[in-house]
Nanobody, 123 residues
Framework: QVQLVESGGGLVQPGGSLRLSCGST????????IGWFRQAPGKEREAVSC???????YYSDSVKGRFTISRDNAKNTAALQMNSLVPEDTAVYYC?????????????????WGQGTQVTVSS
């Protein structure tokens, strides 16, 4: 069973930063789009950012200019650098892969998911 593993979540004050990481030992992600999604309590899962195998990126309007997605194909990992965090960024963040295309960056197109990591932005 393919599993992705996220790490790096936690509690941070507004204006702070966190860096999420994602990796897999059972699936080679380098040929596929990697996406970061989030789900807040009572809300639907939403796309945060996606990155193609050749490094093209997509960001949702709510995080554009604050978050940066990256990937290291040699290490089979991805990261999401989150700066200038606000309470509205509080959610469980998921890493996903297996989508063949960058646009659209939507959850149903991704076949493999991590277990999620909690990000809480609060003073």
């Amino acid at each position: 069973q393919v599993q992705l593993v996220e790490s790096g979540g936690g509690l941070v004050q507004p204006g702070g930063s966190l860096r999420l990481s994602c990796g897999s030992t059972a699936f080679t992600m380098k040929y596929f789009v990697i996406g970061w999604f989030r789900q807040a309590p009572g809300k639907e899962r939403e796309a945060v950012s996606c990155i193609s195998s050749d490094g093209r990126t997509y960001y949702s309007d709510s995080v554009k200019g604050r978050f940066t997605i990256s990937r290291d194909n040699a290490k089979n990992t991805a990261a999401l650098q989150m700066n200038s965090l606000v309470p509205e960024d509080t959610a469980v963040y998921y890493c996903a892969t297996d989508s063949p295309h960058l646009d659209p960056c939507i959850a149903p197109d991704f076949g493999y998911w991590g277990q999620g990591t909690q990000v809480t932005v609060s003073s």
